[in-house]
């Protein structure tokens, strides 16, 4: 992203994207870009200032999804930026090299604003020193998930939703429609967001495949997986080992999402996309191993009698409630450690994103970071949380669903950290 003494400039705007051959898309990006924006990196430690001007036609807002940092800097619906408006946030990074991303959150059309084309990643950096393939571009290597429909105009599709949200047929990598990436080492980190509205994708590949990261920053030690499943929202740090000259397609494969047929063939799961192809060179770089300890990050931990809360989710409803700018759901305190109980009451697949916080689902073997946690219909999941260090008596932060029409849909509530 353009930086200028130190600010990392950020325009949305509108633009004109060509995804394929025809019309052109009219889409909306950051920075500069017409659909995206550019990656923003920061280190650990490092105090972050990010401008951001809003040149679109509405109120729009901009969120910095897995940061622990202010309520006021958070980005969310009370951070609205109007139309003409620059809007500045700063804040210390202060959590472990991770892969994040920013959209806008504004209240009611985070769905419209994100699909338009708004999203774009950010990268916390640490210096902890972890032997993984880190060459931006080159063997470290962004994979950015959106799904659209085009109209015979070109225009994306918004018309054709169902109960999850808006579907696409065709994926974009990166903006990109049918991409391919030339490998020139024998390993290659894959940094996937999912960036889609609504989709869930299943990631495969015919060859072998290691997770070394997942929402808030690397696992403890590798594990080599069949497959990677992502609902919208969700990172993944993967490694893929390449052989010379033979191409290999990373797929997404269906996938029920825990919900029964018709449920999750609507929500996309009976199908196989084609999402990015390896084309490694004749002659490749040998890649280190990955190392056998990637994070030694102590786990979380509840203490002897934590706080526990349940929530409970319904058709675009948490505990009965849907979003009320107005109204405190929770209150937290700074720093605790709580046992969260995420309950699906409902036949849809949702999934629940905490701001500020670091989670930890409850479960057998070691703990991944997240922010973004999947609950398929009928099941509890547990998770531990870490609300961040900041408090602020008037300035609340969200709890939603990342599908982004539950979330506009009012599938959100807002707690306050004093
Ligand atoms: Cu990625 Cu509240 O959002
Ligand atoms: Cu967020
Ligand atoms: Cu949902």
Same mark, same amino acid.
């Given at each position: 992203?353009? %930086? /200028?003494?130190?600010?990392?400039?950020?325009?949305?705007?509108?633009?004109?994207?060509?995804?394929?051959?025809?019309?052109?898309?009219?889409?909306?990006?950051?920075?500069?870009?017409?659909?995206?924006?550019?990656?923003?990196?920061?280190?650990?430690?490092?105090? +972050?200032?990010?401008?951001?001007?809003?040149?679109?036609? $509405?109120?729009?807002?901009?969120?910095?999804?897995?940061?622990?940092?202010?309520? /006021?800097?958070?980005?969310?619906?009370?951070?609205?930026?109007?139309?003409? #408006?620059?809007?500045?946030?700063?804040?210390?990074?202060?959590?472990?090299?991770?892969?994040?991303?920013?959209?806008?959150?504004?209240?009611?059309?985070?769905?419209?604003?994100?699909?338009?084309?708004? !999203?774009?990643?950010?990268?916390?950096?640490?210096?902890?020193?972890?032997?993984?393939?880190?060459?931006?571009?080159?063997?470290?290597?962004?994979?950015?998930?959106?799904?659209?429909?085009?109209?015979?105009?070109?225009?994306?599709?918004?018309?054709?939703?169902?109960?999850?949200?808006?579907?696409?047929?065709?994926?974009?990598?990166?903006?990109? %429609?049918?991409?391919?990436?030339? %490998?020139?080492?024998?390993?290659?980190?894959?940094?996937?967001?999912?960036?889609?509205?609504?989709?869930?994708? *299943?990631?495969?590949?015919?060859?072998?495949?290691?997770?070394?990261?997942?929402?808030?920053?690397?696992?403890?030690? &590798?594990? +080599? @997986?069949?497959?990677?499943?992502?609902?919208?929202?969700?990172?993944?740090?993967?490694?893929?080992?390449?052989?010379?000259?033979?191409?290999?397609?990373?797929?997404?494969?269906?996938?029920?999402?825990?919900? @029964?047929?018709?449920?999750?063939?609507?929500?996309?799961?009976?199908?196989?996309?084609?999402?990015?192809?390896?084309?490694? !060179?004749? /002659?490749? #770089?040998?890649?280190?191993?990955?190392?056998?300890?990637?994070?030694? #990050?102590?786990?979380?931990?509840?203490?002897?009698?934590? *706080? +526990?809360?349940?929530?409970?989710?319904?058709?675009?409803?948490?505990?009965?409630?849907?979003?009320?700018?107005?109204?405190?759901? $929770? @209150?937290? #305190?700074?720093?605790?450690?709580?046992?969260?109980?995420?309950?699906?009451?409902?036949?849809?697949?949702?999934?629940?994103?905490?701001?500020?916080?670091?989670?930890?689902?409850?479960?057998?073997?070691?703990?991944?970071?997240?922010?973004?946690? &999947?609950?398929?219909?009928?099941?509890?999941?547990?998770?531990?949380?870490?609300?961040?260090?900041?408090?602020?008596?008037?300035?609340?932060?969200?709890?939603?669903?990342?599908?982004?029409?539950?979330?506009?849909?009012?599938?959100?509530?807002?707690?306050?950290? %004093?």
């Amino acid at each position: 992203a353009p %930086v /200028r003494d130190g600010v990392v400039e950020l325009t949305a705007a509108p633009g004109e994207s060509a995804f394929l051959d025809g019309p052109t898309t009219p889409t909306w990006g950051y920075g500069g870009m017409p659909f995206g924006g550019p990656t923003i990196r920061a280190r650990r430690g490092e105090e +972050v200032v990010v401008r951001v001007t809003n040149r679109l036609p $509405e109120t729009t807002t901009t969120h910095w999804h897995g940061m622990t940092l202010p309520a /006021r800097m958070d980005g969310g619906p009370h951070q609205p930026i109007a139309p003409g #408006e620059t809007w500045e946030a700063r804040w210390r990074v202060d959590q472990p090299a991770a892969t994040l991303w920013y959209h806008p959150h504004p209240h009611g059309a985070t769905e419209r604003h994100v699909h338009r084309g708004l !999203a774009g990643l950010l990268l916390v950096d640490d210096d902890v020193p972890v032997d993984l393939p880190d060459r931006y571009g080159l063997d470290d290597v962004p994979v950015i998930l959106t799904d659209r429909s085009f109209g015979p105009d070109g225009s994306f599709d918004t018309a054709h939703r169902n109960a999850v949200g808006l579907l696409g047929d065709t994926v974009l990598v990166n903006g990109t %429609v049918a991409p391919y990436l030339d %490998v020139r080492t024998t390993r290659v980190r894959l940094r996937v967001l999912n960036a889609s509205p609504a989709r869930s994708y *299943r990631l495969a590949v015919d060859a072998p495949m290691t997770l070394v990261g997942t929402d808030g920053g690397l696992l403890p030690s &590798p594990h +080599v @997986v069949p497959d990677v499943a992502l609902t919208p929202g969700e990172r993944a740090e993967i490694v893929v080992d390449v052989a010379p000259g033979r191409r290999v397609m990373v797929r997404s494969v269906p996938d029920d999402l825990g919900a @029964v047929n018709g449920i999750a063939t609507a929500a996309g799961g009976a199908d196989t996309l084609d999402l990015l192809e390896l084309r490694p !060179a004749d /002659r490749l #770089e040998a890649s280190s191993p990955v190392p056998a300890v990637l994070s030694r #990050e102590v786990p979380l931990s509840s203490g002897v009698s934590p *706080r +526990v809360r349940r929530f409970e989710l319904s058709n675009n409803r948490i505990n009965g409630r849907a979003m009320d700018m107005s109204r405190v759901d $929770e @209150v937290l #305190e700074p720093g605790a450690t709580e046992i969260w109980e995420l309950v699906n009451r409902h036949t849809l697949p949702h999934n629940i994103h905490v701001h500020d916080a670091r989670l930890q689902v409850i479960a057998p073997g070691e703990r991944a970071w997240k922010d973004t946690v &999947p609950v398929p219909p009928g099941q509890t999941v547990r998770v531990l949380v870490r609300v961040g260090p900041y408090a602020d008596p008037e300035v609340p932060y969200m709890i939603h669903c990342h599908m982004l029409r539950h979330e506009d849909d009012g599938m959100m509530l807002q707690f306050l950290v %004093v």
